[in-house]
């Protein structure tokens, strides 16, 4: 009886874990967000289990019929389409209820797709928050305004579809020299990182056709924007953070 997250390829099918597919091949059910995505990733790794549909849709529903399996002994999988189950995907509730249940929970480590953007945005990423997909109409202004006085490198998830009106309106909220980055198709053939400031990546990709999924890492606010006392100046390199981190370090050793 175990629930276990296992986390698939985002792009390149290469990068899913020897751990992960030997939970695939010894569970007795695999819960999927798409039965046919994930149906050939299993293929591709001539994987032969049960697929069971898992996604936002249904997952109210499902739950207890989970749960009732879980506990007469069996052990699942929850994958997502790509990436860790449960980060921006369905898969909260699911734990939530296990754990209510006293259903050990098991999450293998493997891709995520924001951890790669925030390394290489060349953004500090000592301190960060990932926020996850914005509001689509309602509550989407509200919650950048929230985040105006932000100093941490902020994560978002966007879609092709969206990408240049929430560029614009993240320059209007932040300024359009807040510095930031967007990754496109991480780990795929055309993969691309772009850098600059929000103006910048806007008139970058206002130029050309956006596809594949997007991770877009904005800067916080700065010292010299920020009216908050006492606040921790960081450069782009997040330097301060670094030489702090050497001088602990060294002080460790002479203890």
């Known amino acids: 009886m175990k629930l276990y997250l296992v986390p698939t390829p985002i792009g390149n099918l290469d990068d899913i874990t020897l751990r992960a597919v030997k939970v695939l091949q010894n ?14 990733l299993l293929k591709h790794l001539a994987i032969n289990k049960p697929l069971h549909s898992y996604h936002i849709f249904n997952e109210h529903g499902t739950i ?74 309602k509550g989407k202004q509200t919650r950048m305004q929230s985040l105006a006085d932000e100093t941490r490198t902020m994560i978002f998830y966007e879609s092709p579809h969206r990408l240049l009106k929430t560029l614009e309106q993240l320059a209007e909220v932040f300024g359009p020299d ?42 916080g606010k700065s010292r010299s924007e920020s009216s908050e006392p006492g606040e921790q100046k960081r450069n782009k390199k997040g330097d301060d953070y670094y030489k702090q981190r050497a001088t602990d370090d060294e002080d460790d050793e002479n203890e």
């Not at 569970?27 to 050939?40: H, K, M, P």
């Not at 997502?80 to 999450?107: K, N, Q, Y």
């Not at 967007?182 to 850098?195: A, G, I, N, W």
């Not at 929000?198 to 206002?206: D, G, K, V």
């Open 27 to 40: 569970v007795d059910g695999i819960l999927a967000e798409d039965t046919r995505t994930s149906g050939f």
């Open 64 to 137: 207890e019929k989970i749960i009732a399996q879980l506990k007469a002994g069996k052990t699942l999988a929850l994958v997502s389409d790509a990436g860790t189950p449960a980060v921006s995907d369905p898969g909260f509730l699911l734990v939530r209820a296990c754990i209510e249940a006293h259903i050990p929970v098991e999450c293998l480590p493997g891709a995520t797709a924001f951890v790669p953007a925030l390394v290489n945005s060349g953004l500090p990423n000592d301190r960060f928050t990932f926020e996850g997909f914005l509001p689509h109409k």
């Open 178 to 219: 807040r510095p930031g980055s967007v990754s496109r198709e991480l780990t795929k053939l055309f993969e691309e990182t772009v850098r600059g400031t929000l103006a910048e990546i806007q008139a970058y990709f206002a130029a050309k056709p956006i596809r594949g999924e997007i991770v877009l890492c904005v800067g």
